[in-house]
């Protein structure tokens, strides 16, 4: 993984993101890394109104080495907390 383009991405969506949502759908992004820094993993919580623009998001990053040694991404999602 690495270099200016490339885009590894692991991601859930809402109930209704793929038809026409109706209401409010969040996007949870468990791991989103950027081919300019491999090194930053990237998590990040959207909400998206049913028009598609960004209601809101928040996120975190952490430093690892994604290049060359194996990792393992999840989530637990609690009603109160998202933990990575």
């Known amino acids: 993984m690495g270099g200016l383009g490339t885009w590894p ?9 793929t038809k026409t949502p109706k ?9 989103e890394a950027y081919g300019v820094n491999a090194s930053i993993a990237h998590q ?5 109104n049913p028009s598609g623009g960004q209601l ?6 952490t430093t690892h080495d994604l290049t060359n040694t194996p990792h393992v991404f999840s989530c637990l999602i609690n009603t109160d907390f998202i933990h990575y």
Not at 11 to 16: A, C, H, P
Not at 23 to 31: F, S
Not at 44 to 48: A, K, L
């Open 9 to 17: 991405a692991f991601w859930l969506d809402g109930l209704g993101w």
């Open 23 to 31: 209401t409010n759908v969040a996007e949870i992004d468990i791991l």
């Open 44 to 48: 990040v919580i959207h909400v998206w």
């Open 56 to 61: 809101s998001a928040a996120g975190n990053q």
